[in-house]
């Protein structure tokens, strides 16, 4: 599988600012996806960035407040913007890596995440 | 619509099994499993596609129950290191096609004791 880093692994930032968080990986992917995970909470898809298009984002995210960027097929970035305590999160990269010998193409894994605290 | 897991925790002693459901009021087309460590980024487990299929992990094993639309994650003769949140990731059919992202249950945390 595919091997995913971001930067930085975590920040404490003033309200608002802005923080761009960057996810590299070691392979060639076509899609890459960006999460949110608030304290104790499920997995929640911001957007989903493919190279060479706009990032669709998900409905309540927007792309003022989570803009993206995706240069090239192994990388992006997600910035946070105008920070508010409640954006206090971990936010993680994901990538789709394709099973092709078992017919699977579907499959994310996930980068180690960026934990965010705004005061 | 995010999928329902149940149950929202459980206790277990080594050596005891568990399951964990996972149910969609939507068609899918794929159920994807991950267990997620605290502090740690979540790390898949295995996928399971729409035609009942069940797939196996050491101990740990996976049933998809299409008329049902729900899956379980079987773990058996648990270890210490099997503690963690385990979510189910759905993707969806639309229009005949799977609809590509993934949804997350709310997670169920397991807990083994030594």
């Known amino acids: 599988s595919a091997v995913i880093s971001q930067k930085p692994s975590r920040d404490i930032c003033q309200r608002g600012t802005s923080l761009t968080i960057q996810c590299q990986v070691d392979s060639q992917v076509t899609m890459m996806f960006w999460y949110r995970q608030q304290p104790g909470q499920s997995l929640t898809l911001i957007a989903t960035a493919n190279q060479g298009s706009e990032a669709t984002y998900e409905s309540g995210f927007v792309i003022d407040k989570f803009p993206i960027s995706r240069p090239n097929l192994t990388f992006s970035t997600l910035t946070v913007s105008n920070m508010s305590p409640e954006d206090s999160s971990i936010y993680l990269c994901s990538v789709e890596d394709p099973d092709i010998v078992a017919g699977v193409t579907d499959t994310q894994y996930f980068g180690p995440g960026t934990r965010l605290t705004v005061l | 619509q995010q999928p329902v897991q149940s149950p929202q925790a459980v206790i277990l002693r080594e050596g005891e099994d568990a399951v964990i459901n996972c149910s969609s009021s939507?068609?899918?087309?794929?159920v994807h499993w991950y267990r997620q460590k605290h502090g740690e980024a979540p790390v898949f487990l295995m996928i399971l596609l729409k035609g009942g299929e069940q797939k196996g992990h050491d101990k740990i094993s996976a049933s998809f129950n299409e008329k049902k639309q729900q899956s379980s994650l079987y773990l058996t003769a648990s270890q210490l290191s099997y503690s963690g949140t385990y979510f189910c990731g759905t993707v969806y059919i639309a229009g005949g096609t799977s609809y590509g992202k993934l949804t997350f249950g709310q997670g169920t945390i397991l807990t083994v004791h030594p």
């Open positions: 939507k068609a899918l087309y794929s």
